[in-house]
């Protein structure tokens, strides 16, 4: 190597493993593909959201995170780890719906998950631990602006008010990576307004890296920073299932004070998905 070769090295800080990496991640069922080499590595800090057509694989994908799914091919890699064919605590997920248990109040909704993850046979704490608990479930219901429902069942919390106590719950566990599956597609325009800030600020305040499969492609933009397209780059005409979606498209943005704003498309025709190397999903 040259003395200008050295000089021209970019002078940047030691590479950080990504937080997550997909190499060549196909999902089959039998003969259909359902994703095919999807390629794709996600640092610590980002804001992924993913859109595609129903059926493309979205949720396929956000399962292969919450190690609901194995791959049928190839590999994902957590912290530069397989991935356990298990869900873990810092993986949290809420749902468009149905993330809550109805049979517990919304304070006992959210020490539940902290009791199971204390107390795996009991399912319960006592004492001290659990004074300790319960102060933290209360301080994630203040977080989420749900301490006046506290006592309260989900039959009787609005859609908004159900999908802060899922945040709540998701969040009380401290988890790394927090998965949000079309998590405001019920609800009026004016709640999800007030749940997009909800949202930023909790990844913000607890350092969070969060992939947000949605419909809305303004929201995908607003609250990302980055948005990944999934779709099928190949079709059989005669055999539909026969090729699987991928990454089409892989868009980082600049984010600045709450406000998105596209820097570049990456169209990916060659295959693997470039990562981002922006600075708002190092930061
Ligand atoms: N266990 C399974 N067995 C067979 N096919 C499955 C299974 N799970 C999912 N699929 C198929 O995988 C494809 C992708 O499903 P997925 O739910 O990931 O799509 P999606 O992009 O989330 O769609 P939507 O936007 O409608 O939620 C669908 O065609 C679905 O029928
Ligand atoms: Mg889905």
Excluded at 142 to 167: C, E, H, I, N, T
Aim: charged residues 20%; neutral net charge.
């Amino acid at each position: 190597m040259t003395g200008q070769e050295n000089a021209n090295a970019p002078q940047s800080l030691p590479k950080v493993a990504p937080l997550l990496q997909f190499r060549n991640v196909w999902v089959e069922y039998g003969e259909k593909v359902v994703l095919e080499r999807v390629n794709l590595e996600i640092p610590a800090g980002a804001f992924v959201s993913v859109v595609g057509p129903s059926g493309a694989g979205k949720s396929t994908f956000l399962r292969l995170i919450l190690g609901q799914e194995a791959p049928s091919r190839g590999t994902v890699l957590f912290d530069g780890a397989r991935m356990a064919a298990e869900c873990g605590p810092d993986r949290g997920v809420v749902f468009q719906r149905y993330s809550v248990f109805p049979h517990l109040t919304v304070i006992g909704n959210v020490l539940f998950g902290l009791e199971c993850a204390a107390a795996p046979v009991l399912g319960r704490l006592f004492g001290a631990r659990r004074r300790a608990a319960l102060a933290e479930a209360d301080a994630m219901l203040d977080a989420v602006g749900l301490s006046s429902a506290r006592d309260q069942y989900p039959a009787q919390l609005s859609g908004g008010m159900q999908q802060r106590l899922a945040l709540a719950q998701a969040l009380v566990k401290h988890p790394r990576v927090l998965l949000l599956d079309e998590p405001f597609g019920a609800l009026d325009p004016g709640i999800r307004v007030d749940m997009h800030e909800l949202v930023t600020g909790l990844w913000r305040d607890h350092g969070l890296t969060v992939v947000m499969v949605t419909h809305d492609i303004g929201e995908a933009f607003k609250l990302g920073t980055r948005v990944l397209a999934f779709d099928k780059r190949r079709h059989d005409p005669h055999a539909p299932q026969r090729y699987g979606a991928t990454a089409t498209y892989d868009v980082p943005l600049l984010r600045k004070t709450g406000d998105a704003r596209m820097a570049n498309v990456t169209q990916n025709t060659a295959g693997p998905a470039a990562a981002s190397d922006h600075p708002a999903e190092s930061a």
